[in-house]
């Protein structure tokens, strides 16, 4: 059983909120029989965890509808949302508070409300889903790019910039990067120095300027959470269209608060028995078993302001692949 999108009407029809229609007991109605293991577990662990709506806004936003021209109107997310039991209130909160700090706009037509990105948060989004899916790790040239930065105004912009390259710190104001890794402009003052690193003093740089092994744990976590899903897919079991973009959904989400604290440092830099790839394969192979449903989710259930969703953009399918 899926969710059925109930009196749909294009835009230039709508002259009443769409919340008169009985969109949310048709969501109710259908939501999917199949919400059992291993979805329902993943579904579990995030109802136990502090709230996260905003984090999974953005989420949706990242994968789903970025690559379908960028604008949602608001009863798209919240027929999301009902899937997971979270309250229509707690996620319009959420959405003014992305608004609010500058991540999303909103566009009026009637009393509908509709979403997008604003420059700031495209330009963020880019740059985050450039490390999730198709990373590129620099080769390892035996040299390191270290920076120092002063106490000026823009040093906390300077700080989350040089995180989400890939920087790391083993002391303050002092950033380090294997050598080829692009300085992002909010740090462009800041004073290049080029090091060497033999082997010894390479590794005590990484040590004291990555947290490697608190996210070689969380990578650990995540292969635990979502092996099951993985398994479930290669015995044949078919997700209901709702299923498959919730599990879709999560899984991005639990992988994106992984990868994006991984420096993506090159291979000979890291242990042998780094998790870091296998989490990658885990969720390319997960994501193409759930991709075709989780389209037709969305082909059915998202709009903008001009009506249904456009098709995605090129590319889905690559996903998570591992480079070599």
Known sequence: MTVQLVNYIPIRQWSQPIAAF??????????????????????GQLKREPSRTGSLVVTVFGDAIVPRGGSVWLGTLLAFFETLDIDSGVVRTAMSRLATDGWLERTK?????FYRLTKKGRQTFDTATAHIYNPQSPDWTGRFELLLIGNGGDRDAARESLKAAGFGSPLPGVWVAPSGVVVPEEAAGA?????????????????????????????????????????????????????AFTARVLMNHHYRRVV?????????????????????????????????????????????????????????????????
Not at 22 to 43: Q, V, Y
Not at 109 to 113: E, F, P, W, Y
Not at 292 to 314: T, V
Request: charge should be neutral.
């Open 22 to 43: 009985d969109w949310f007991e048709s969501a109710k109605r259908g939501k999917s029989l199949l919400m059992s293991h291993p979805l329902a577990r993943i579904i």
């Open 109 to 113: 037509v009637g009393r509908n409300s």
């Open 191 to 243: 004073i290049r120095l080029e090091v060497s690193a033999e082997d010894d003093s390479g590794r005590r740089l990484l040590s004291e300027s990555w947290p490697l092994d608190r996210t070689a744990d969380a990578y650990q976590k995540f292969i635990a959470t979502f092996e099951p899903l993985r398994e479930s897919i290669r015995k044949g079991t078919r997700l209901s269209d709702t299923d």
């Open 260 to 324: 994006l604290r991984d420096p993506l440092l090159p291979a000979a830099l890291l242990p042998k028995d780094w998790p870091g790839r296998a989490a990658r394969e885990l969720c390319h192979q997960i994501f193409l078993g759930l991709l075709d449903a989780s389209e037709r989710w969305l082909d059915q259930h998202g709009s903008n302001e001009n009506g249904p969703l456009p098709p995605p953009e090129p590319g889905l399918r690559s996903r998570y692949m591992l480079q070599n």
